[in-house]
């Protein structure tokens, strides 16, 4: 696995998110029923959740997979970043879907942020994007509290994206 820049790997798994950074918590409504379930959580691994929210994607293998890479960017011509990570883990669960990646160097953020869809007992289909991170560049430092207000836009773009994605199969 490649040098990972931070310490608490898999803490967004279950918790709880390590002191020392900023935190993020998004969680919204997707779809409802197993097949919703079934389309969100194929949408979040295989990369066209992040593709269909505009940001390109390369990725070691068509499918998350812990200690396979990627790296997402977003933007255009030089204002382009990108963020290299490392899966560090997954979940192919009945009720339970999705991964979470960890900062390698040369990403603008320090830390690791999951992905999960998980299917309610009531039918519900919920998508959580939880993050811990600070800044890793001079760039990211210099946007200072900008920062977790671009990283929670991104994860409401995520979820919106990822409810037209199920609304449509």
């Given at each position: 696995m490649s040098t990972l820049t931070y310490p608490e790997v898999g803490a967004t798994r279950l918790g709880p998110l390590p002191d020392g950074y900023s935190h993020l918590h998004h969680r919204a409504?997707?779809?409802r029923g197993r097949a919703d379930f079934e389309t969100a959580g194929a949408a979040v691994?295989?990369?066209r959740m992040h593709r269909a929210s505009g940001c390109r994607v390369n990725a070691s293998a068509v499918r998350a997979a812990a200690?396979?890479?990627v790296e997402v960017s977003a933007g255009v011509g030089p204002l382009r970043?990108?963020?290299p990570c490392v899966i560090v883990w997954t979940a192919y669960e009945e009720h339970r879907t999705g991964f979470a990646?960890?900062?390698l160097p040369r990403h603008p953020e320090c830390g690791e942020e999951s992905f999960v869809v998980e299917?309610?007992?009531d039918g519900?289909?919920?998508f959580t994007v939880?993050?811990?991170s600070r800044p890793a560049s001079w760039y990211s430092r210099l946007a200072g509290p900008l920062v977790p207000v671009a990283q929670r836009w991104y994860a409401r773009r995520l979820a919106a994206t990822l409810r037209r994605v199920v609304s449509a199969a």
């Amino acid at each position: 696995m490649s040098t990972l820049t931070y310490p608490e790997v898999g803490a967004t798994r279950l918790g709880p998110l390590p002191d020392g950074y900023s935190h993020l918590h998004h969680r919204a409504a997707v779809g409802r029923g197993r097949a919703d379930f079934e389309t969100a959580g194929a949408a979040v691994t295989e990369w066209r959740m992040h593709r269909a929210s505009g940001c390109r994607v390369n990725a070691s293998a068509v499918r998350a997979a812990a200690g396979g890479t990627v790296e997402v960017s977003a933007g255009v011509g030089p204002l382009r970043l990108t963020a290299p990570c490392v899966i560090v883990w997954t979940a192919y669960e009945e009720h339970r879907t999705g991964f979470a990646y960890g900062t390698l160097p040369r990403h603008p953020e320090c830390g690791e942020e999951s992905f999960v869809v998980e299917l309610a007992d009531d039918g519900t289909v919920w998508f959580t994007v939880m993050a811990f991170s600070r800044p890793a560049s001079w760039y990211s430092r210099l946007a200072g509290p900008l920062v977790p207000v671009a990283q929670r836009w991104y994860a409401r773009r995520l979820a919106a994206t990822l409810r037209r994605v199920v609304s449509a199969a």
